[in-house]
């Protein structure tokens, strides 16, 4: 709302605004009025302060969002982390994948809600625009079984997103709410790093069955991760766990593990939270090489350790989630 539409909104309340504004007063007392006027007045100024903020609350909440379910989406699970490069998008994409891998009945989508660096087109191996339905809604891309809907699908691959909070939100709401997903039963988002508008606008657009918090074990993400729990704690949507992302290098020759980021920081987070830990997943070479050549590593190479640490963290995530809507 623009300034001088929340002023004139104050003064259409008559509350008091800044600078000329004047708090409505009480009436005076004619003259030779008997002494039960005073009462008379303090009951209906008292009544007059009530209807006052009855109005004030009926302003303030008249432009905050509506959650509304996604049409065909029984639930949506979020993955997020407090900042960037901690593997967010890569563990997105192949929980989607095992979502689907550990029970073939089941329909799965993943929402690339990240519009200045979408990353799900290069690693899901897809490349073109939507096409639209009958409805002018935009039909997903779909590879290995899992429709997938990116900024990434709408620009050239190269060009950067310049823009700023309104527009980036108008184009949140479109892929929210302009995307026809048929019929899912888990739609994954990848959330861009931090806490901001986004965040903010998908919690409150859309009820969320549960977000997942990703971070390595090094301490300055732990930090960022933790506003991140905090965050959607506030605006209600339950943290079903913490995923403990490269928490191990094992040397391809002599077997030797280093702890590169650090050991257990996030199990130990998850304790000072009082969350779960949903599990570990390596630092290996093949989970990035996989990710770049648009190969994910659950699907390309299902039986390495990397892939059946996706593959459990997925069932944990479905063991937490509440009973879907019928």
């Known amino acids: 709302m623009g300034a001088l539409a929340w002023r004139w909104a104050l003064r259409a309340a008559r509350l008091p605004v800044?600078?000329?504004?004047?708090?409505?007063?009480?009436?005076?007392?004619?003259?030779?009025?008997?002494?039960?006027?005073?009462?008379?007045?303090?009951?209906?100024?008292?009544?007059?302060d009530e209807a006052l903020r009855d109005k004030r609350v009926r302003i303030l909440t008249r432009g905050l969002p509506k959650q509304k379910p996604i049409e065909g989406v029984k639930q949506v699970v979020v993955l997020a982390s407090g900042k960037g490069g901690?593997?967010?998008?890569?563990?997105?994409?192949n929980i989607a994948l095992a979502l689907a891998a550990n029970d073939s009945t089941k329909e799965v989508g993943l929402l690339d809600a990240d519009i200045y660096g979408p990353s799900i087109p290069k690693m899901m191996n897809l490349k073109g625009n939507p096409e639209l339905t009958r409805k002018n809604l935009?039909?997903?891309?779909?590879?290995?079984?899992?429709?997938?809907?990116?900024?990434?699908?709408?620009?050239?691959?190269?060009?950067?997103?310049?823009?700023?909070?309104?527009?980036?939100?108008?184009?949140?709401?479109?892929?929210?709410?302009?995307?026809?997903?048929?019929?899912?039963?888990?739609?994954?988002?990848?959330m861009p790093p931090g806490?901001?508008?986004?965040?903010?606008?998908?919690?409150?657009?859309?009820?969320?069955?549960?977000?997942?918090?990703?971070?390595?074990?090094?301490?300055?993400?732990?930090?960022?991760?933790?506003?991140?729990?905090?965050?959607?704690?506030?605006?209600?949507?339950?943290?079903?766990?913490?995923?403990?992302?490269?928490?191990?290098?094992?040397?391809?020759?002599?077997?030797?593990?280093?702890?590169?980021f650090g050991a257990d920081g996030v199990r130990d987070l998850a304790k000072?939270?009082?969350?779960d830990i949903?599990?570990?997943?390596?630092?290996?070479?093949?989970i990035r090489e996989t990710c770049d050549s648009g190969q994910p590593v659950v699907i390309s190479q299902p039986q390495s350790d990397a892939a059946k640490a996706y593959l459990k963290i997925a069932m944990e995530i479905v063991r937490r989630l509440p009973v879907p809507p019928a």
């Open 195 to 260: 806490t901001g508008d986004v965040q903010l606008s998908v919690s409150q657009n859309i009820p969320i069955a549960g977000a997942v918090i990703i971070s390595t074990p090094q301490d300055v993400a732990l930090l960022d991760a933790r506003k991140g729990a905090e965050m959607f704690r506030k605006v209600h949507v339950p943290v079903l766990g913490l995923v403990q992302n490269m928490s191990v290098f094992q040397c391809p020759k002599c077997k030797h593990e280093t702890h590169i």
């Open 138 to 190: 935009m039909r997903p891309l779909k590879n290995y079984g899992i429709a997938c809907m990116s900024m990434g699908f709408l620009i050239e691959e190269t060009a950067p997103v310049v823009w700023r909070g309104l527009m980036v939100m108008s184009a949140v709401e479109k892929l929210l709410r302009q995307v026809d997903w048929g019929q899912l039963d888990y739609l994954v988002i990848d």
């Open 86 to 93: 901690v593997g967010k998008s890569t563990t997105a994409v």
């Open 18 to 48: 800044g600078g000329g504004g004047r708090a409505p007063t009480a009436p005076r007392r004619r003259p030779g009025c008997g002494p039960a006027a005073p009462f008379a007045d303090s009951a209906s100024s008292s009544s007059r």
């Open 272 to 275: 000072t939270l009082g969350l």
């Open 278 to 286: 949903l599990g570990d997943i390596p630092l290996h070479v093949n």
